[in-house]
């Protein structure tokens, strides 16, 4: 019955278009009741903190330099969970992923700072730290069978004892090269951030424009224009005044430096949230990690190259830590020790977790690590304000990760209930 209405929701311009809206609304609802959740919770739970922490310290919390700070503080945790994605997709885990980050930083310091290579030879080599610390990890865990747990922990301990080596015990060693330090410290000029939203709106609605044509070509059932213009307009609207609020003066008014424009690290993100989306959605090697997250199995049997795949998949975690890492050097000017331990692991597995990633495997999205990045960020940034009980901070971001992990299982249950 559905597949004769769809394209009548698609191709009737008027009539049509509405029905298309309240009909992808109705087939959300049904996907919902069915177990698919994907970012919802997190979503919901984000604007249910920001309007807690408004209502509480809205003079504070609502600032312009308070929301830029909260896109500073969740940048590389953003990008570390962006890693651990293809790993908890396909049901494993990268205990590493924080002191990879960390050993990744440390020798970008020592190349760029002590040896004084160009920043981009030691960029490429803190990168090229994270792809071979991937590659011995999925060696051990596809190759040789060690649980992802066991090894991962044993490469947590071993990469802050090279940390140590690397950069010395209780030393720091400071970045000074304005084109790292710029990345986490900087702004792009007000016409260049208005220009990147018009590209951001522009490009996703061109692709989901093409994308909505290639399936009516092929004879599929297609989403709705007036669906489409939906999300196109709402985007516009978020983007925009996003922009327009990252634009205004941040600064005190008597001061005598002028603090406005979109961060450097903004751009970063998007391309790394589109790059590694199409990577996931739109190609093979995507198609295959949600096969073998899902069935690993039966994804051996249908002839998919399983450990090669794992091992691809835990280059790709590792080299994110690694970019997290060079995140990491350039907002605290420096590298320490303690650059990537601490809470950061734990936030960035949050983040995903609590995004809408399955920690069973085979289901998750790179925008996960987006939302429930901020998710983690609102909640650093909230609670020192109402509260300076820093053991508060982490009961309640422990009881968020516990009601996130809790709402996967239910959901899956559901899934399965439901013969999703």
């Given at each position: 019955?559905s597949t004769?209405q769809q394209?009548?929701?698609?191709?009737?311009?008027a009539a049509?278009?509405?029905?298309?809206?309240?009909?992808?609304?109705r087939?959300?609802?049904?996907?919902?009741r069915?177990?698919?959740?994907?970012?919802?919770?997190?979503?919901?739970?984000?604007?249910?903190?920001?309007?807690?922490?408004?209502?509480?310290e809205?003079?504070?919390?609502?600032?312009?330099?308070?929301?830029?700070?909260?896109?500073?503080?969740s940048a590389?945790?953003i990008?570390?969970?962006?890693?651990?994605?293809?790993?908890l997709?396909?049901?494993?885990?990268?205990l590493?992923?924080?002191?990879a980050?960390?050993?990744?930083?440390?020798v970008l310091?020592?190349?760029?700072?002590?040896?004084?290579?160009?920043?981009?030879?030691?960029?490429?080599?803190?990168?090229?730290?994270?792809?071979?610390?991937?590659?011995?990890?999925?060696?051990?865990?596809?190759r040789?069978?060690?649980?992802?747990?066991?090894?991962?922990?044993?490469?947590?301990?071993?990469?802050?004892?090279?940390?140590?080596?690397i950069?010395?015990?209780?030393?720091?060693?400071?970045i000074?090269?304005?084109?790292?330090?710029?990345?986490?410290n900087?702004?792009?000029?007000?016409?260049?951030?208005?220009?990147?939203?018009?590209?951001i709106?522009?490009?996703?609605?061109?692709?989901?424009?093409?994308?909505?044509?290639?399936r009516?070509?092929?004879?599929?059932?297609?989403?709705?224009?007036?669906?489409?213009?939906a999300?196109v307009?709402?985007?516009?609207?978020?983007?925009?005044?996003?922009?327009?609020?990252?634009?205004q003066?941040?600064?005190l008014?008597?001061?005598?430096?002028?603090?406005?424009g979109?961060?450097?690290?903004?751009?970063?993100?998007?391309v790394?949230l589109?790059?590694?989306?199409?990577i996931?959605q739109?190609?093979?090697?995507?198609?295959h990690?949600?096969?073998?997250?899902g069935?690993?199995?039966?994804a051996?049997?249908?002839?998919?190259?399983v450990k090669?795949?794992?091992i691809?998949?835990?280059?790709?975690c590792?080299?994110?830590?690694?970019?997290a890492g060079?995140l990491?050097?350039s907002?605290?000017?420096?590298v320490s020790?303690?650059?990537?331990g601490?809470?950061?692991?734990?936030?960035?597995?949050?983040?995903a977790?609590?995004?809408?990633?399955?920690?069973?495997?085979?289901?998750?999205?790179i925008?996960?690590?987006?939302?429930?990045?901020?998710?983690?960020?609102?909640?650093?940034?909230?609670?020192p304000?109402?509260?300076q009980?820093?053991?508060?901070?982490?009961?309640?971001?422990g009881?968020?990760l516990?009601?996130?992990?809790?709402?996967?299982a239910i959901?899956?249950?559901r899934?399965?209930?439901?013969?999703?």
């Amino acid at each position: 019955m559905s597949t004769v209405q769809q394209p009548t929701d698609v191709d009737v311009p008027a009539a049509g278009d509405t029905a298309g809206i309240g009909q992808a609304f109705r087939d959300y609802l049904a996907r919902v009741r069915g177990g698919d959740i994907g970012s919802l919770p997190a979503v919901l739970g984000l604007i249910a903190l920001v309007i807690l922490f408004s209502a509480l310290e809205g003079s504070t919390f609502l600032s312009i330099f308070n929301f830029a700070n909260l896109i500073n503080q969740s940048a590389a945790i953003i990008v570390l969970a962006m890693g651990l994605i293809f790993v908890l997709l396909l049901g494993e885990i990268d205990l590493s992923a924080g002191y990879a980050a960390g050993t990744a930083a440390a020798v970008l310091a020592v190349t760029l700072t002590n040896w004084g290579w160009s920043w981009p030879l030691a960029l490429a080599a803190a990168l090229l730290t994270g792809v071979v610390i991937g590659f011995v990890i999925g060696l051990l865990v596809a190759r040789l069978g060690i649980p992802s747990f066991v090894v991962t922990l044993a490469m947590f301990l071993a990469l802050q004892g090279l940390m140590l080596l690397i950069i010395g015990e209780g030393g720091t060693i400071p970045i000074r090269d304005d084109a790292i330090l710029v990345i986490m410290n900087g702004n792009m000029p007000v016409w260049l951030g208005w220009v990147l939203a018009l590209v951001i709106v522009a490009g996703f609605a061109l692709s989901t424009f093409l994308a909505i044509q290639r399936r009516r070509k092929a004879g599929l059932p297609a989403e709705a224009m007036s669906v489409w213009a939906a999300k196109v307009v709402a985007l516009a609207v978020l983007i925009g005044v996003a922009t327009y609020l990252l634009n205004q003066e941040r600064q005190l008014p008597n001061a005598k430096i002028t603090i406005q424009g979109v961060p450097w690290v903004v751009p970063v993100i998007l391309v790394l949230l589109v790059g590694l989306t199409f990577i996931l959605q739109r190609t093979g090697f995507g198609r295959h990690v949600y096969a073998v997250g899902g069935n690993r199995e039966a994804a051996r049997r249908a002839g998919i190259n399983v450990k090669g795949l794992m091992i691809t998949c835990f280059i790709f975690c590792s080299t994110l830590a690694a970019v997290a890492g060079v995140l990491l050097a350039s907002r605290d000017n420096s590298v320490s020790p303690t650059t990537g331990g601490a809470q950061t692991l734990l936030f960035a597995v949050g983040a995903a977790v609590i995004g809408g990633t399955s920690l069973f495997g085979g289901r998750g999205k790179i925008r996960d690590a987006v939302i429930g990045g901020l998710v983690i960020a609102v909640i650093a940034n909230g609670l020192p304000l109402i509260t300076q009980q820093s053991g508060i901070q982490f009961v309640v971001t422990g009881l968020v990760l516990l009601v996130a992990a809790s709402v996967d299982a239910i959901s899956r249950r559901r899934a399965s209930a439901t013969g999703a």
